[in-house]
């Protein structure tokens, strides 16, 4: 084994080192795909719990852009992202200085994502795509 491992690792010259860097980046994306089966998993769990209590109760075959709007809306109220409103001193200052009372909402990245997971569960469920509400031109 060579005693300048770092530096064939860093400059990619060793073979044994590039068949460590895949060995690596193999067993990352394994973990990265279970975390995402679960998160979309947990994702369409929570809206078909969503629907089911809804009155009356709405069968995910029902299900249009609609109720995903009103999931996503039902959402937004547990988020993180403080959005200022207009009326707020803090309006408009990407670091304010000071606490408001400016709600908390869902940052847009994490709204993106959750469509994403939401409109390959609705498929991988036995959802038609020309009938997938997460598609929708509306979402």
Known sequence: ?????????AEGSSSASATDHRQQKQASQPAQLRRYESQKRRDWNTFGQYLRNQRPPVAL???????????????????????????CVFFGQ?????PCTCPLRQAWGSLDALIGRLRA???????????NPFASGAI
Do not use: I
């Open 1 to 9: 084994m060579s005693t300048n491992k770092g530096k064939d690792v």
């Open 61 to 87: 075959s029902q299900s249009n852009s609609n109720h995903v709007l009103d999931f996503l809306r039902y959402l937004d109220q547990f988020g993180k992202t403080k959005v200022h409103l207009q009326g």
């Open 94 to 98: 990407p670091e304010p200085p000071g």
């Open 121 to 131: 569960a609705y498929e991988e469920n036995g959802g038609l795509p020309e009938t």
